[in-house]
């Protein structure tokens, strides 16, 4: 994996040998910057570089995301309670007051939870948190005069800044002050989950699977049923189609009978040429050029055996449904389908979601589309991974709306699913909407 991190130029020396000594394993490319705004000319060019990109804080991230278009998945390092307690008793032991201070650090919640958790009255704590200025060019200049300010009528107080240019004139104008930057602890945290994210993601995209294929059985008063030789011809036909298909996705074919086939990709070749199933363009080809219909089952599995029993699975399920029907089976317990006969939903978006829309700053469209989901799935439980696959986006894009609708109490965690014995469990999901 290669990761880029962008933090401040003054910060090199105290972080990167740390970082290299405990991800000797992973290419680190270091972009250090001399001021958050300088940050999206630095990254001209080197995002195809890299494959994640990691920031110091989310302020420098949503700056330079305003600027460019992330091309790889993008994080910050999270402040937590850890880091504040850090500081904290940084300024204790400088003897500066912890009881009363100004800062810029957005995140009220987590401070005075912090506060909490040293068993501290938050009533005898007073804090000032500047205001949430537009962040532009005059940002830094604005957020030093309020810590100066406030600092002015009152001496005792204690200034907490996140950005480094704030820290240094306040700092110059020896007024009482503590960078509040992520600690080494919490950047190799944060380096540990973009690399598991991203190896996980490459174990996704390289997974085999399996696709069976096979030739529904003609009604009994079909004319191939009387005439050998157009019945030959006409699996030949099928056959070809199944074989141009299966160089589309760059697979292996098998021919297990005259009527059935196995073909072996990867999950991330078969999603990019189907538009994540969504368009399999198998049905269309054989219905144009023959007078055949098929099954289809595509079989996902930890091994070969495994996903071609997947395969077969999904197959059985085709066929029964009347042909010409894909089913998707990641286990036992979590098949997707049909497809390829599906009900075409009408986006009617109720009022309902209107108002939920509003509240959790979900899309109404998004909600509608999840509410189908529901209704054409006949349940009400689901992976990450199925939610993303039914809704054709990330996973990334599916844990930002679920945080959205846990907040309000729209979606919540009803239990966890082991996909692999000593793997990571996937959170199993259920909706209110």
Known sequence: ???????????????SPAIMK????ITIIIIPYPSIFEIPSLL????KKLDVLLFLGKTAMEYTKAKITPVIPWEFVSRTHATILHYLLLLTLKGHTIYDITTDFQDKKLLYDTYKELNLDVADIHISFVPPYTF??????????????????????TCLTIFYDVYKRLYLSNIPVVYLSPTIYDICNDIRKAQADFLLQISRESQLIIIDVVIDERDNYSPLNTNEYQLTFENINVM?????????????VISVTETEFLLFSTRAIVENQTDKFHKFSLFDDIQKHTVSTVSVGIGFGKTAMEAKYHARLGVKRAISGGGNQLFLVY????????IGNEKEYDLNISNSFLSISQQTG???VTLCKLHNMIVAQGKNEFTTAEIADALHVTPRTIDRIVLKLMQFDYCFES???????????????????
Do not use: C, W
């Open 331 to 338: 286990d036992l317990e979590t098949i997707r389908g049909p």
């Open 415 to 433: 239990g966890k699913k082991y996909q692999q014995k000593n793997g990571r469990p996937s959170r199993i999901l259920k909706f209110k909407i």
């Open 22 to 25: 405990n991800f000797p394993d």
């Open 240 to 252: 070809k189609q199944v074989y141009l298909f299966a160089k589309k996705i760059q697979a292996s």
């Open 44 to 47: 001209s060019g080197k995002q």
């Open 362 to 364: 979900v899309s109404s």
């Open 1 to 15: 994996m290669k990761l880029g991190i962008a933090l401040p130029e003054q910060l090199e020396r105290k972080f």
């Open 136 to 157: 532009d060019e005059t940002f830094i200049t604005k957020t030093v005069q309020y810590h100066y300010n406030q600092y002015r009528f009152n001496k005792n107080q």
